[in-house]
């Protein structure tokens, strides 16, 4: 059973600092690129972030130069350190998972969410 565990939202103030973990199981992390999305109520959901299976990274111009993306493969976890947060970060953030098989099957698996709420 695949599992994508996250955990470390919370409320904080603007200015301030977050940093969310995705524990994973079930699947073998090392092959798997990782990202984490969020959804804002009413909208759709949004990349943030990804770290390739290579550790090479990409961010969403709302997030570069505050947000991190890091992957720990001894531990199965991937992190998210949120810096400088505003209120328009506030959303659900969920962890992903995905990798494309020799076949072309792209497999995709997504935790549940922790919320994010940035207000003073």
């Known amino acids: 059973q695949v599992q994508l565990v996250e955990s470390g939202g919370g409320l904080v103030q603007p200015g301030g600092s977050l940093r969310l973990s995705c524990t994973v199981s079930?699947?073998?992390?090392?092959?798997?690129?990782m990202g984490w999305y969020r959804q804002a109520p009413g909208k759709e959901r949004e990349l943030v972030a990804t770290i390739a299976r290579t550790s090479s990274t990409n961010y969403a111009e709302s997030v570069k130069g505050r947000f991190t993306i890091s992957r720990d493969n001894a531990k199965n976890t991937v992190y998210l350190q949120m810096n400088t947060l505003k209120p328009e970060d506030t959303a659900v953030y969920y962890c992903?998972?995905?990798?494309?098989?020799?076949?072309?099957?792209?497999?995709?698996?997504w935790g549940q969410g922790t919320q994010v709420t940035v207000s003073s």
């Open positions: 992903n998972a995905e990798r494309v098989s020799g076949s072309q099957r792209l497999y995709r698996y």
């Open positions: 079930g699947i073998i992390f090392t092959i798997h690129d």
